[in-house]
T-cell receptor
Framework: AQSVSQHNHHVILSEAASLELGCNYS??????LFWYVQYPGQHLQLLLK??????LVKGIKGFEAEFIKSKFSFNLRKPSVQWSDTAEYFC????????????FGSGTRLSIRP | GAGVSQSPRYKVTKRGQDVALRCDPI?????LYWYRQALGQGPEFLTY????????KSGLPNDRFSAERPEGSISTLTIQRTEQRDSAMYRC??????????????????FGPGTRLTVL
């Protein structure tokens, strides 16, 4: 069965620090990859997605992620975090055989110290 | 409304009672999805609909769980004879397209605020 692993459950950073959140998935075929974010008190919302093409994907609020097929990874990055980036981040994947079923990782809680 | 809405936002019930959770998707959205999210975990797929047709219910944990979307718009997730292990956040999402593998700016699931279910 497909699965998504997020290595860090809780990350604490100071403002202006660089961010990288790890995500690995287990599936050998064609995948689509997503990062969702949930800000405190708000809904889950899409941060960025990879379907095909350039493996470096840029999303909202200065986030980007790189799909490395050989490593089955889709890590999320941001060069300089802000206090407003405090949120929970979920990596997710769909596969060609189950396109409408999004499989989520367990999430990484990001806390930014002002 | 502008987004996906869910009601009630919070539901506390006693073990053995039935509950019905409602999802009102974004107007015109074709697909509707239900997820369950336990504390400290990511959302877990339960079932989804294209229009009124239930396409995949493989994620429903057992036959106490059922869902319907009779007119292709509002959906109800029903849990019969609730148990304490059913306590979780239940999330609904909708999508304007049937197949999110199609790519493009509309291939995204829009989530509602969720219903927090607590079974005592």
């Amino acid at each position: 069965a497909q699965s998504v692993s997020q290595h860090n459950h809780h990350v604490i950073l100071s403002e202006a620090a660089s961010l990288e959140l790890g995500c690995n998935y287990s599936y050998g075929g064609t995948v689509n990859l997503f990062w969702y974010v949930q800000y405190p008190g708000q809904h889950l919302q899409l941060l960025l997605k990879y379907f095909s093409g350039d493996p470096l994907v840029k999303g909202i609020k200065g986030f980007e992620a790189e799909f490395i097929k050989s490593k089955f990874s889709f890590n999320l990055r941001k060069p300089s975090v802000q206090w407003s980036d405090t949120a929970e981040y979920f990596c997710a994947v769909t596969t060609y055989s189950s396109a409408s079923k999004i499989i989520f990782g367990s999430g990484t809680r990001l806390s930014i110290r002002p | 409304g502008a987004g996906v809405s869910q009601s009630p936002r919070y539901k506390v019930t006693k073990r053995g009672q039935d509950v019905a959770l409602r999802c009102d998707p974004i107007s015109g959205h074709v697909s509707l999805y239900w997820y369950r999210q336990a504390l400290g975990q990511g959302p877990e797929f339960l079932t989804y609909f294209n229009y009124e047709a239930q396409q995949d219910k493989s994620g429903l944990p057992n036959d106490r769980f059922s869902a319907e979307r009779p007119e292709g718009s509002i959906s109800t997730l029903t849990i019969q004879r609730t148990e304490q292990r059913d306590s979780a956040m239940y999330r609904c999402a909708s999508s304007p397209t049937r197949d999110i593998l199609a790519g493009g700016p509309s291939s995204e699931q829009f989530f509602g605020p969720g219903t927090r279910l607590t079974v005592l």
